[in-house]
């Protein structure tokens, strides 16, 4: 069997620290995961830890470039792996999820681990490094207000989307917003463990807060009215594309083998020069596939689910085109 297509994705990308505001800067790698940084009166919260420990050295390197004040809280956006498993190398940094979010780490994270690391290698330098899974100091319902000195930082369960736990980190007062990945720019959205049809809403909630920049999960910091109009309507396309053929592929009985090549001859045109298109397509087709047929929570991935997913729909490895659970 022929790898999966990140095992190709082996340059390293180059990182922009763009500044928000005063003491606001989005932490953008070309495509790769972002992370957002925030500094309070006293202290610095990060939004996304990245995925190593080693990894997350990158982003303090930066955060010193332009404050020595210590970084005490880091928020996870969601759960999976190449966002938080770099936490414990923020030293004594409080991290903060949602409940929802830590209720997934209970339940799947050592698997997403296991999964994403053997998916995307290049994203995990410094493997070793990582202690065991990340686990909150702090989590809360729906909604917190952390404030650092004068600044108000909301952190805000905003709804189902990418993960059912999404968070977005919102600056009410500079109308800054770090969005994880419920918005994406230029870069596909990984819908692996999605939730489709609540997905319209939470991008509605977060277009709701007025943001005047933002920082996407993935892509460029959007510097502009007109850059976040534009994320969250090629974000709300991409979702909507999918699901849409997953859906008239299960109402005629379609295979899953037959929905995948249905949903790249109809969505490269328009998609597939985005950022990780080819790696994120076959986990993104089975997630739609499967709330297509009513599974509204999503099956949890392994490293065995990954290869056989990717051996059947890159390879036709299964006679009937559909996965076993």
């Not at 009166?41 to 996304?48: A, H, K, N, P």
């Not at 650092?148 to 919102?170: F, K, L, N, Y």
């Not at 007062?173 to 596909?188: L, R, Y």
Request: aromatic letters at 8%; glycine letters at 10%.
């Amino acid at each position: 069997m022929s790898g999966f297509a990140s095992a190709n994705d082996l340059a390293e990308k180059n990182v922009s620290f763009d500044e928000l505001g005063p003491g606001l800067y989005g932490w953008t790698a070309e495509g790769d995961p972002n992370s957002g940084i925030v500094i309070g009166d006293d202290g610095v919260l990060v939004v996304d830890a990245q995925a190593t420990p080693n990894m997350a050295a990158d982003v303090i390197n930066k955060v010193r470039s332009v404050t020595d004040k210590p970084v005490t809280h880091v928020v996870l956006s969601h759960y999976h792996a190449v966002r938080v498993l770099g936490a414990s190398g923020y030293k004594g940094a409080q991290i903060i999820c949602s409940d929802v979010t830590r209720a997934l780490i209970v339940e799947r994270g050592q698997q997403d681990m296991d999964s994403e690391i053997g998916r995307f290698p290049r994203l995990f330098r410094g493997k070793e490094s990582i202690p065991g899974l990340t686990w909150p100091h702090i989590t809360f319902h729906r909604r917190m207000t952390l404030w650092m000195g004068r600044r108000e930082v909301q952190i805000i369960h905003v709804g189902r989307s990418h993960t059912a736990g999404d968070t977005v980190v919102w600056l009410p007062q500079e109308k800054v917003c770090f969005a994880g990945d419920i918005v994406e720019f230029g870069a596909t959205p990984y819908c692996g463990d999605a939730h489709f049809a609540d997905w319209p809403a939470t991008l509605a909630a977060v277009q709701a807060l007025g943001a005047e920049k933002l920082v996407p999960g993935r892509g460029r910091s959007l510097m502009s009215k007109t850059d976040i109009a534009e994320g969250l309507a090629g974000t709300a396309a991409f979702t909507s594309d999918l699901f849409a053929i997953a859906r008239a592929g299960v109402a005629k009985g379609a295979t899953l083998k037959q929905v995948y090549d249905e949903a790249i001859a109809s969505m490269r045109p328009k998609y597939g020069a985005w950022v990780i298109f080819d790696h994120c397509m076959p986990f993104n087709v089975s997630r739609a596939y499967d709330e297509a047929k009513g599974l509204d929570h999503p099956r949890i991935w392994t490293a065995e689910r990954d290869v056989e997913m990717w051996q059947a729909l890159e390879h036709g490895a299964a006679r009937s085109g559909e996965l076993k659970g």
